[in-house]
């Protein structure tokens, strides 16, 4: 690599070593030497100039370290010295960046240069530090050439982005994070064309200081062409290894795709049985064209449980907990058993308790690497606002991965039901078909701030006590809009219908019609206590639903944001419901975020209450209304 000289002066620049283009130029042994001094700590004042503003001033102070840490003592004056020498690398590394290499840097310790002090000098307490940055003036490519650029391909999966998009052209400013994105995109282009081991085999970067351009020069050596040669799998112990083989998807003597390296990855950590799992490819490409790889995974223990609770001041207290055993058979089977008691209000009564407990048994690759069988039972017994179910119900099928943000689902299931309502005390028994599909194309599954999220599902069913034939379909969306550097604002929007065809009300079975109300619903409402009025006051589902919210999010600091919200829903029995059917809810709430997404608080009141709603509602729970 050849890189002009940047205009920092003798004094400062050879005493430490700066970053650039990945190599550290001028490195002085006696920096680190001095880091691993430990000594009293000393605190020091820190004044930063820089004659620029903007993303130039913003960039160098980014880059101090002694500015990040200036409430923080230093570990005696030889950390102090360390750390000023460490910021000449940094600041001319941020120059670089920003495309000034000309640039000129004083760093004076107590009025002496840091460069010069050496680590044992004594300094006052604390110690006066000024930083003055000159950056010079702005270069600009003048040319710019790729030796053995990959050829253009037509295959659309293949495609690799022209480093010229990335700014790399001659008059673009010349930013050595351009330069360096080019040499990702000329190697990641001879990738994607099955050359695994293409590498940069040299860098000429040479900055002419009389006319401030900056000529490059990268040659690509694209190494011999690959195909993917056997998997080996290290560290396994109570998983098959010819399981995890197969379950990458990696196929012996398919051409080399780096797509297929990263979707093996993905395929092995949705196992959820490993702590640390990494494909590691051969140092070179074998004589045969192969190129073979080491599968090195760590297994997590066989067990894992956990607990949860929720609570609102309609729905009560709720509580539950989770058994999960992993890799039950040595390929990955999972089984969760999931308990939960909720309705807890005061004063106690177990009578009025909702009761469910439920096992789901999950085996991966069951046809393809993103196929899985899906089995589960459950039974369950919850009392409603408009009836009260006990139940017993199990559904088998497969769950289909067609890539991240898509997935298909599709099975048979059974229920055994008996339903108190405004009808009396009667039983059914259900069988059906199930089938769903999930397009997920939201930034975040947790705390989104960007993108869009939709569901279909379409349950056709035959209940066989009073032999008719039904149908359910529901279609939900949800989009995202994120406002401000790093989205501090966010407008959520959420839209969802159904629909249900069968026969008469009284011989559908409850839990198949629709209602509305609840913390995922319409809040400010109970749970399920918005449906069908038949004009006695008397509630019973709906054949038609639709719902919608519209939700504002700021945060007012990193960990704590509010919230502003307005809810509304209908359920119609035969026709779709008019305008005057509609139930609002609004309310405002809070947020804390955590590592594992937003702990909430949402504060709600229903602005057309009908008798027996709530004056307002208040919901606890972990993550995002929608």
């Known amino acids: 690599m050849c890189v002009a000289a940047a205009g920092f002066g003798a004094v400062t620049v050879p005493a430490a070593a700066f970053d650039i283009f990945g190599l550290k130029l001028f490195e002085d042994q006696s920096e680190q030497d001095a880091e691993a001094v430990i000594a009293d700590p000393q605190p020091y004042l820190v004044t930063l100039v820089v004659n620029a503003t903007g993303a130039v001033e913003s960039a160098v102070r980014n880059a101090s370290a002694l500015v990040a840490d200036q409430n923080e003592p230093a570990s005696g004056a030889a950390g102090l010295l360390a750390k000023a020498r460490g910021d000449y690398r940094r600041i001319v590394a941020a120059l670089y960046n920003e495309g000034y290499y000309g640039g000129t840097a004083s760093i004076r310790v107590g009025g002496v240069e840091a460069a010069t002090l050496a680590p044992d000098v004594d300094l006052p307490d604390p110690v006066d530090v000024a930083v003055v940055v000159d950056p010079g003036p702005l270069f600009h490519f003048n040319s710019v050439t790729i030796v053995n650029q990959a050829?253009?391909?037509?295959?659309?999966?293949?495609?690799?982005?022209?480093?010229?998009?990335?700014?790399?052209?001659?008059?673009?400013?010349?930013?050595?994070?351009?330069?360096?994105?080019?040499?990702?995109?000329?190697?990641?282009?001879?990738?994607?064309?099955?050359?695994?081991?293409?590498?940069?085999?040299?860098?000429?970067?040479?900055?002419?200081?009389?006319?401030?351009?900056?000529?490059?020069?990268?040659?690509?050596?694209?190494?011999?062409?690959?195909?993917?040669?056997?998997?080996?799998?290290?560290?396994?112990?109570?998983?098959?290894?010819?399981?995890?083989?197969?379950?990458?998807?990696?196929?012996?003597?398919?051409?080399?795709?780096?797509?297929?390296?990263?979707?093996?990855?993905?395929?092995?950590?949705?196992?959820?049985?490993?702590?640390?799992?990494?494909?590691?490819?051969?140092?070179?490409?074998?004589?045969?064209?192969?190129?073979?790889?080491?599968?090195?995974?760590?297994?997590?223990?066989?067990?894992?449980?956990?607990?949860?609770?929720?609570?609102?001041?309609?729905?009560?207290?709720?509580?539950?907990?989770?058994?999960?055993?992993?890799?039950?058979?040595?390929?990955?089977?999972?089984?969760?058993?999931?308990?939960?008691?909720?309705?807890?209000?005061?004063?106690?009564?177990?009578?009025?308790?909702?009761?469910?407990?439920?096992?789901?048994?999950?085996?991966?690759?069951?046809?393809?690497?993103?196929?899985?069988?899906?089995?589960?039972?459950?039974?369950?017994?919850?009392?409603?606002?408009?009836?009260?179910?006990?139940?017993?119900?199990?559904?088998?099928?497969?769950?289909?991965?067609?890539?991240?943000?898509?997935?298909?689902?599709?099975?048979?299931?059974?229920?055994?039901?008996?339903?108190?309502?405004?009808?009396?005390?009667?039983?059914?028994?259900?069988?059906?078909?199930?089938?769903?599909?999930?397009?997920?194309?939201?930034?975040?599954?947790?705390?989104?701030?960007?993108?869009?999220?939709?569901?279909?599902?379409?349950?056709?069913?035959?209940?066989?006590?009073?032999?008719?034939?039904?149908?359910r379909l529901t279609a939900e969306g949800r989009t995202y809009f994120g406002f401000g550097e790093d989205d501090p604002f966010v407008l959520a929007g959420r839209l969802k219908a159904g629909v249900l065809l069968g026969p008469s009300l009284a011989e559908i079975p409850p839990d198949k019609l629709f209602f509305a109300g609840g913390g995922g619903s319409v809040r400010g409402y109970a749970y399920k206590s918005i449906g069908v009025d038949d004009g006695t006051g008397t509630i019973t589902g709906g054949r038609y639903l639709l719902e919608a919210s519209l939700e504002a999010r700021a945060k007012v600091t990193q960990d704590i944001g509010v919230v502003g919200f307005v809810d509304g829903g209908y359920v119609a029995a035969d026709v779709f419901p008019a305008l005057s059917d509609l139930r609002v809810g609004a309310g405002v709430g809070l947020r804390y975020y955590t590592g594992l997404g937003p702990l909430r608080a949402d504060f709600a009141i229903p602005l057309n209450k009908k008798p027996g709603d709530p004056d307002y509602a208040l919901y606890v729970g972990i993550g995002q209304a929608f």
Do not use: C
């Open 151 to 471: 050829l253009p391909t037509s295959d659309p999966n293949d495609y690799v982005e022209p480093p010229v998009h990335a700014g790399f052209g001659a008059g673009e400013i010349a930013k050595s994070s351009v330069i360096l994105r080019a040499e990702q995109l000329a190697l990641e282009a001879w990738r994607q064309q099955g050359y695994a081991k293409a590498a940069i085999a040299t860098r000429d970067v040479v900055a002419d200081h009389a006319t401030t351009t900056v000529d490059v020069t990268i040659s690509v050596n694209p190494g011999p062409k690959a195909a993917f040669g056997a998997v080996t799998v290290i560290g396994a112990e109570a998983l098959d290894p010819e399981f995890l083989r197969r379950q990458t998807g990696l196929t012996e003597g398919e051409e080399y795709d780096p797509d297929e390296v990263a979707l093996a990855q993905k395929r092995l950590d949705r196992l959820e049985v490993f702590r640390a799992a990494r494909l590691e490819a051969a140092e070179s490409v074998g004589a045969d064209g192969l190129l073979p790889y080491n599968l090195v995974v760590q297994e997590l223990p066989g067990r894992r449980f956990g607990v949860g609770a929720n609570y609102s001041t309609v729905d009560g207290l709720g509580l539950e907990a989770f058994h999960l055993w992993r890799n039950l058979f040595g390929q990955a089977e999972r089984l969760r058993l999931d308990a939960r008691v909720a309705s807890i209000g005061y004063p106690i009564d177990t009578a009025q308790f909702d009761y469910f407990f439920g096992g789901t048994f999950t085996k991966p690759g069951i046809f393809t690497p993103d196929t899985d069988l899906v089995a589960a039972v459950s039974a369950e017994r919850t009392i409603y606002p408009t009836f009260t179910e006990t139940s017993a119900s199990g559904r088998v099928g497969l769950t289909h991965i067609l890539s991240d943000q898509i997935s298909f689902e599709g099975g048979a299931q059974f229920e055994l039901n008996r339903f108190d309502d405004v009808f009396g005390t009667r039983d059914f028994k259900t069988i059906g078909l199930y089938a769903g599909a999930t397009l997920d194309f939201r930034d975040d599954s947790v705390d989104p701030t960007e993108g869009w999220f939709g569901q279909v599902n379409l349950e056709p069913f035959y209940e066989m006590n009073y032999n008719n034939f039904g149908a």
